[in-house]
């Protein structure tokens, strides 16, 4: 992850999508709690299940699952098969690429009326 600038892989069993690792779970259910990193397990730490959308899914719904499920990250899967990843950070940096505040992406909006 680090090498390759990276905050989070999505984690494969048998070809499918099964689960992430993120730097938070690195630091927080590994090296927080004293485990070695070089002798844990990715199986051990990774977040399951994995929580994601297909390609045709709305960005509302992204959003929405993002925001309610507290989650920076959220994988597009097709068949089981990773077909990227869409992040807080790609909304808000389309809106502010259009000359727009952060403040008016639709993450931010979705938070205002999503109910915990």
Request: proline content about 3%; glycine content about 8%.
């Amino acid at each position: 992850m680090d090498e390759n600038g990276i905050g989070s892989v999505v984690v494969t069993d048998g070809g499918k999508a099964a689960g992430m690792v993120t730097e938070r779970d690195i630091i927080t259910k590994c090296v927080a709690k004293g485990l070695d990193p070089k002798k844990t397990r990715v199986e051990q730490i990774m977040s399951t299940p994995l929580l994601s959308v297909e390609p045709d899914a709305g960005v509302v719904d992204a959003a929405r699952i993002m925001v309610s499920k507290m989650i920076r990250r959220l994988p597009v899967i097709k068949n089981g098969e990773l077909k990227g990843m869409i992040t807080t950070t790609d909304m808000i940096r389309d809106v502010v690429s259009k000359g727009k505040r952060k403040e008016d992406s639709l993450i931010y909006i979705v938070c205002d009326y999503e109910k915990f």
